[in-house]
């Protein structure tokens, strides 16, 4: 059974320098934005990323719904092994890239949802190549028409489909694929083998990434969640999260200079 948001306040511990650190990107390492193509990463942030990386032996990877073309477009020109579209795709630290077997979308059930964001101003289809996105962030009335139009298109598409909610989002996505999928991928290469999972996300999507990961006798932990999760620790938002990585690579750094 998941555990409820209020067991799940504990701040996590430091990471360790055994751990395989795994990060979602929006709202976890930052700011959720209106528009999927606003966002971007800061010099901090990117510093953040390449100290740990460091400190890990390089077993630090972004795991995400986005793809990885549009990571490195938000990270660049800082480039980590990463789990993109939910765990379809993925790369390892050597940067070979792989993808999961997908079905493709029918031309004419994505012409039926470009017709859908045309007739509903303010909401936005957002192609992933193996997925489809529709954001209604800047129309959160019309989410019960994007969850009724997704849910046609998953049936008109096929049982290859499914439909994932996230947060002021709908997706329709291949079926049986996700972000718990591609961090067991990750862990199966160096660096990342061998090490103890710690995944750090806040949406529905990352559920399965907990899972995995506590399958594992990893961490997981959510972030600004009120929710049931399967989580296991709770950091408050954006901020708490680049503070607890920041706090994590000074207790590191001793053990790096005494290795």
Request: charge should be negative; charged fraction near 25%.
């Amino acid at each position: 059974m998941p555990s409820s948001a209020t067991e799940t306040r504990v701040t996590p511990p430091h990471l360790t320098p055994d751990a395989a650190l795994f990060l979602d990107l929006d709202g976890t390492l930052l700011e959720l934005a209106d528009r999927p193509a606003a966002v971007a990463a800061d010099d901090a942030l990117r510093g953040r990323l390449v100290t740990l990386t460091h400190a890990l032996g390089g077993a630090v990877a972004v795991v995400s719904g986005r793809a990885i073309n549009d990571l490195d477009r938000i990270l660049r020109p800082l480039v980590l092994p990463a789990a993109g579209q939910h765990g379809i795709e993925w790369r390892d630290a050597t940067r070979h890239r792989r993808q999961h077997p997908t079905p493709t979308l029918p031309a004419e059930t994505l012409a039926e949802l470009d017709l859908f964001v045309a007739a509903h101003p303010g909401t936005l289809l957002e192609s992933k190549g193996a997925s489809f996105a529709v954001h209604f962030r800047g129309r959160p009335d019309a989410a019960r028409a994007v969850a009724t139009i997704l849910a046609d298109a998953a049936r008109d598409a096929g049982p290859g489909w499914e439909v994932l909610q996230g947060k002021m989002m709908t997706e329709l996505r291949p079926a049986g694929v996700h972000k718990g999928d591609g961090i067991r991928r990750l862990l199966a290469d160096p660096p990342f083998a061998g090490r103890r999972p710690v995944f750090v996300g806040d949406d529905w999507t990352d559920e399965d990434g907990f899972v995995a990961v506590n399958a594992l006798q990893g961490i997981s932990v959510a972030v600004a969640v009120e929710r049931e999760t399967q989580a296991r620790y709770r950091l408050d938002g954006v901020a708490a999260v680049h503070d607890w990585l920041d706090r994590s690579a000074a207790a590191l750094s001793p053990t790096r200079e005494r290795g």
